[in-house]
């Protein structure tokens, strides 16, 4: 089993920063493939980034590329979302989620292939 606890939601202005953590627990972090997903009001859930177990390789949304950043410290047990020139479109309680048979090279943006999430953290964005 794996816990994934979520912080670093807020409510911001249009341009503002933000970085989210998702701190892990219960297996080990590095075999661990991590993702970021996203649910707007009234909308399905959206992939954001996703990160191999190493941390070298990453996959990123063409919605939040060039603003977004995804990183992990494997060390820390810890994954991080970086959101910069954040927009009112990207106000959505945000998921981490864990991919338990993740390749050691793999980044996954489909939700059904993760298997453990987070409690999710509320980001809201004003214009």
């Known amino acids: 089993q794996v816990l994934l606890i979520e912080s670093g939601g807020g409510l911001v202005q249009a341009g503002d920063s933000l970085r989210l953590s998702c701190a892990a627990s219960?297996?080990?972090?590095?075999?661990?493939?991590m993702g970021w997903f996203r649910q707007a009001p009234g909308k399905e859930r959206e992939f954001v980034a996703s990160?191999?177990?190493?941390?070298?390789?990453?996959d990123i949304s063409h919605s939040v590329k060039g603003r977004f950043t995804i990183s992990r410290d494997n060390a820390k047990n810890t994954l991080y979302l970086q959101m910069n020139s954040l927009e009112p479109e990207d106000t959505a309680t945000y998921y981490c989620?864990?991919?338990?048979?993740?390749?050691?090279?793999?980044?996954?943006?489909?939700?059904?292939?993760?298997?453990?999430w987070g409690q999710g953290t509320q980001v809201t964005v004003s214009a």
């Open positions: 989620a864990a991919n338990a048979n993740a390749i050691w090279s793999g980044t996954y943006s489909d939700g059904t292939l993760y298997d453990y």
């Open positions: 990160i191999s177990r190493t941390g070298k390789f990453t």
């Open positions: 219960g297996r080990t972090f590095s075999n661990l493939g």
